[in-house]
Nanobody, 123 residues
Framework: QVQLVESGGGLVQAGGSLRLSCAPS????????MGWFRQAPGQEREFVAV????????AYSDSVKGRFTISRDNAKNTVYLQMYSLKPEDTAVYYC????????????????WGQGTQVTVSS
């Protein structure tokens, strides 16, 4: 069974930074792209960023562009989300996801998901 494990969440003051990590555990698998999504209480899950393993192509939601950076370490099979200038509205559970075939901002096109890590930004 494929599992994605996120880490790095926590409580931070507005203007602060956090770095999230995501790595697969369990059986090995190959994927084309890795994405980060987030879900705040009472809201739908929303796209944050995506990166392809091979070329490192990236895309971001408008709400995080210029503040968040997605990156990958192929040797470690790990994806990161570096978050700067955090705002209270960034508070959410952040999920890592893997898409076997697609480079997408749509959650429905991802095949594997992590359990999520809580990010709380205080004002």
């Amino acid at each position: 069974q494929v599992q994605l494990v996120e880490s790095g969440g926590g409580l931070v003051q507005a203007g602060g930074s956090l770095r999230l990590s995501c790595a697969p555990s369990g059986r090995t698998f190959s994927s084309y792209a890795m994405g980060w999504f987030r879900q705040a209480p009472g809201q739908e899950r929303e796209f944050v960023a995506v990166i392809t393993w091979s070329a490192g192509n990236t895309a971001y939601s408008d709400s995080v562009k210029g503040r968040f950076t997605i990156s990958r370490d192929n040797a470690k099979n790990t994806v990161y989300l570096q978050m700067y200038s955090l705002k209270p509205e960034d508070t959410a559970v952040y999920y890592c996801a893997a898409s076997v075939y697609r480079y997408s901002s749509y959650a429905s096109q991802y095949d594997y998901w992590g359990q999520g890590t809580q990010v709380t930004v205080s004002s």
